[in-house]
């Protein structure tokens, strides 16, 4: 049986309350240039390499909020991620664990996470 669904991740949407201040905050923390356009109002396309990341301001409700990361940011430097990560002053919700991967929040209070590779 042909399956038309693919096993591939194109897209992953994050609820966000202002889609100018996402922008600028998402582009800042993964060094992207924020010069890309806000499509319908309530859209925003991270200039991402594989996976996709859609900023949506039109989904975001308080309930909508991530609470557990459904996705990592790739490094293989986890210290040094961990580093970058508090002199940018994110809010940070776990020490590196295991070695391997940390916790943070976005200013909407969505949980992310960035994982060694």
């Given at each position: 049986?042909?399956?038309?669904i693919?096993?591939?991740?194109?897209?992953?949407?994050?609820?966000?309350?202002?889609i100018?201040?996402?922008?600028?905050?998402?582009?800042?923390?993964?060094?992207?240039?924020?010069?890309?356009?806000?499509?319908?109002?309530?859209?925003?396309?991270?200039?991402?390499?594989?996976?996709?990341?859609?900023?949506?301001?039109?989904?975001?409700?308080?309930?909508?909020?991530?609470?557990?990361?459904?996705?990592?940011?790739?490094?293989?430097?986890?210290?040094a991620?961990?580093?970058?990560s508090?002199?940018?002053?994110?809010?940070?919700?776990?020490?590196?664990?295991?070695?391997?991967?940390?916790?943070?929040?976005?200013?909407?209070?969505?949980?992310?996470?960035?994982?060694?590779?």
């Amino acid at each position: 049986m042909t399956r038309p669904i693919k096993n591939h991740v194109g897209t992953i949407f994050i609820p966000v309350s202002d889609i100018e201040k996402a922008k600028d905050w998402y582009c800042d923390f993964l060094g992207l240039p924020a010069n890309g356009e806000i499509l319908f109002d309530h859209l925003y396309v991270l200039p991402m390499e594989g996976t996709g990341i859609v900023l949506d301001s039109k989904i975001y409700t308080e309930g909508n909020i991530i609470n557990t990361p459904l996705f990592h940011f790739n490094t293989e430097d986890i210290k040094a991620a961990y580093a970058y990560s508090e002199k940018k002053q994110i809010e940070l919700v776990t020490t590196i664990q295991h070695e391997h991967y940390f916790t943070f929040k976005d200013p909407d209070g969505n949980h992310l996470m960035v994982c060694k590779c």
